[in-house]
């Protein structure tokens, strides 16, 4: 593996590293931000192994790879993970979990299992071999209902669903398994990622379940007025932050928000898909969920930016085109 950095005036690193011939495992490869990294991991010429065992991501959104072994497998199944962990990684990627927050209120138990039991497992795992860097996608959504809009990763968390508290108890269990037996970590708090391989579903995200009932003429359901929001991050630019966060010297043990800075209304998402869709679909609105109380969230991603380059380019247009694109080929 070779790691050649540029360095600018002020010290920084500026380029990622060459990944090449690099072994990265990718739990929860399968997944709609999983196989955009496993994808972009693949195309840098990094032999990639992904636990993952299907429950929740179609068959088929992985390609067909000569440095791609897949093994299908539970996350807090010892034998799946002696399996994945039979060969030696320099980066571990854990994706893998239960997604997301109206699933974890109706079964809290298995979000535990999963997101925190399998989390536990995957690192003790990683600690056999101690990688680089264990890579863990957190979630912005352990924020919870802040005064403030802008997130930044010294604010206090307040987790306030199942899910939210099962990322930030992975988060603990990362810095506590690097305080005993120095394994470096970096937490990366994804926000609404959009894209390609996201599919639509009951407890899925907005926008696919948008695309969905646009291209067939049902109603978009927006829960709320339309005037929240989110700051949606296209799937291209999650994948290059984790990237960065995971092979950046300055990345080493720390946390990051990845977003885009911006805050984007639900209903101009929605207006943008009908748009771009040409549907003749009407808007409905429905109650917000009882789970939900946040009414506006954008990431702030200066300390991305200035310490590991993470340049967000997407803009939402620009990311809801290419998501249709995709569509059009399911
Ligand atoms: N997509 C987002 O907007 C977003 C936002 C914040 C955080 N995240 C986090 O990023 C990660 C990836 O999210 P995603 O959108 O790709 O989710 P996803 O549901 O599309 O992918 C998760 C993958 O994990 C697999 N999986 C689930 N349980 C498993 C188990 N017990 N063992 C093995 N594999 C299992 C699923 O089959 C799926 O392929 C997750 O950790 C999620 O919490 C995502």
């Known amino acids: 593996m070779q790691r050649p950095s540029k360095i600018n005036e002020t010290g920084q690193e500026m380029s990622m590293m060459n990944l ?51 093994v299908k497998g539970d996350i807090t199944d010892k034998r799946s993970l002696a399996k994945a962990f039979s060969k030696r990684f320099d980066y571990v990627f854990h994706l893998a979990a239960r997604f997301a927050n109206e699933l974890s209120v109706k079964d809290p138990l298995e979000d535990l299992r999963v997101n925190v039991q399998g989390t536990v497992q995957v690192l003790l795992y990683s600690l056999k071999q101690k990688p680089e860097r264990f890579l863990y996608t957190s979630s912005s959504s352990l924020y919870g209902y802040q005064e403030n809009p802008i997130m930044k990763e010294d604010m206090m968390p307040n987790p306030s669903t199942p899910y939210a508290t099962s990322k930030l108890t992975a988060e603990y269990y990362c810095k506590s398994i690097h305080k005993l037996y120095d394994m470096d970590y970096t937490i990366v708090r994804l926000s609404n990622s959009y894209g390609p391989y996201d599919p639509p579903g009951r407890f899925r995200n907005v926008i696919p379940n948008f695309f969905e009932n646009a291209m067939n003429n049902r109603p978009l359901i927006i829960t709320g007025t339309g005037k929240e929001t989110r700051d949606f991050t296209f799937v ?95």
Request: proline share 2%; with cysteine.
């Open 20 to 70: 090449k011939g690099a072994s990265m495992l990718v739990t929860g490869g399968n997944g709609a931000v999983g196989c955009n990294l496993v994808r972009r991991l693949l195309e840098q010429g990094s032999k990639v192994t992904v636990l993952d065992d299907f429950s929740q991501s179609d068959t088929g959104n992985l390609p067909r790879h000569q440095n791609l072994v897949i």
């Open 236 to 330: 291209e630019d999650c994948v290059d932050g984790i990237i960065l966060a995971a092979t950046k010297k300055a990345g080493r043990n720390q946390i990051f928000n990845l977003g885009t800075g911006k805050e984007t209304q639900i209903r101009d998402i929605a207006r943008l898909v009908l748009d771009i869709t040409n549907s003749r679909s009407k808007i409905k609105h429905r109650p917000m969920r009882s789970f939900d109380h946040v009414k506006r969230r954008r990431m702030d991603i200066s300390k991305a930016r200035r310490m590991l380059g993470y340049n967000p380019s997407t803009t939402i247009k620009q990311g809801l085109d290419k998501t249709y694109q995709w569509f059009l080929t399911r």
